[in-house]
């Protein structure tokens, strides 16, 4: 366990803005930041953080809480796990010994990155100093990467021997973690091969090959891809999955270009290693590849952080095409307004910008048509429209594309020019789009709104007191936590009577609710404190409000215990009973009068 003031002193620390802005595109919207919401699909921005506050919230989905919420739920850490990480991050010393299974979890994730990093200054090691490298050095300089992107991209070279790698990390990191990493294989024990033997019980996966390092966002090594020098098979070799390599997240080489992508807007995506790398080197900025998998949806949320365009070059055969139309509705989904950049037959982004140059390459980028319009014209071909069978069959397949588009203008525009090519009206095509609507083919969006089940007076008495915290002691006069009949209100309330006027409020109670379905209701609150506009004002209403309910109740309690004394004709009961009320309502009045002050 941390204790508590370290919690404190690392959620003071660790600057909302600071940390959700390394994942969320964040916009400064008066006192606030705005931006498009990791937690759920949406175009205009819900996503709210406040830096005074230091808290963050969504209006589209409800999700909301502190700094510590964020990364629990954007990077599925653990408590501890949030914690030792801000706590690094930003210099805060954590107690000595806490042997918590998350925080062993912690250091082995570390380790991992530790030995990525290690890894990857030994292999380059070995291709600047090695004579067997030098084939992977002449490779390096076939392909027009120089000293500069050399360095730059951490190229490296693996040893062909079965046990260099092993031998050098076994002693620091263990043969568990190095198993793990991918980086060695475990020998089976029926492989009876002399080379193999001589490791003991693994050997090294990537062996006499150029070894290029893969990085994720933020720079950090967390696999390696290895190129085959000869003749042999795989040509590329990668490390598999590991706690810290998922290929559906990583886009090899964004590292390095996500400010020029987040500067331009756009960027150019591409399937290999060196049709990213060889492009870049020679001048294209804003260039990244996919791990050899189709597009995911964790690709799409990382990249609508940075940019709103994406052209992708792609192999224009039927395969490629195909692959393409799957893309296409991802990315049609998050609005993105995706291109198709095609390059002449036989050539890749590599040998086409070696043969051809850059600014040629460029050309094709920036004269790229959209992805729909290339994929239309695919689709139609493959029609004979002046059938009328097969022109419905086509107007079939088109439709669900269409249907997806998100940009009303661009929809219109779509239907015009499909319409158009089809020889058939636009009338005829919004029927075929309505059926489909009405089918429910397509998804409907995901923003949902919360509603919320706090009453509304209640919802006013916190907002009010957390606008101007001047006015607790008054309320705290006038109105007591028990009053609140919601247990989120009740608790809000009663930690404002406490620790109220501490600067960091907010963000501290949010902490009590870490994990709870109340969370969002909180944030929400939190954030609609500053719609309050008078918030004395607002304060008295309540104040009168509530002291009426109370009186309200009280009336009804004691009316429902006489009935009950006539009912058991209890006579002293009903006296007693008919009394108290008399004196009741007299107080009750006389306390309404009497505005309180
Ligand atoms: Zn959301």
Redesign the pocket.
Known sequence: MIPEEIVNEIRQRADIVEVIGEFVRLEKAGQNYKGL?P??KEKTP??IVNPAKQIFH?Y??G?GGNVFTFLMKHEQYSFPETLHVLARRFGVRLPEKSDDISTQQLQQTERLYQLHLEAGAFFAEQLRSRPEAKIAREYLRKRGIDEEAQQRFGFGYALPGWDALRRKFIQKYGEELLLESGLVIKRKSEEGDDARQMAVGSYDRFRDRLMIPIHDERGRIIAFGGRILGDGQPKYMNSPENPIFHKSKTLFGFHHVKDAVRRAGTIVLVEGYFDMIVPFAHGVPNIAATMGTALTDQHLRTLQRYAQKVTLIFDPDPAGVNAMMKALDLFLTYGFEVRAGILPTGDDPDTFVRKSGVAEFQRIVEHAPLLLDFIRDRIIERYDTSRLDQQIACVNQLVPIIAKIQNEVEWRAQIAKTADVLHITDAALLAELRKITRTATIQPREEVKTATTIPIIEQYVVTALLKDKRLISKAQAHIQPDELSHPLTRRVLKALFVYGDKSDFEAKMLDMFQGSQFQGELSRLFMRSEEVVDPEVTLQDCITKLHQQRFEQATLDLTRKTQDAQERKDRFDLDFLLEQKNQDLLRKKQQLMRKPT
């Open positions: 919401c937690f759920h819900s996503f969504c589209g989905c999700t």
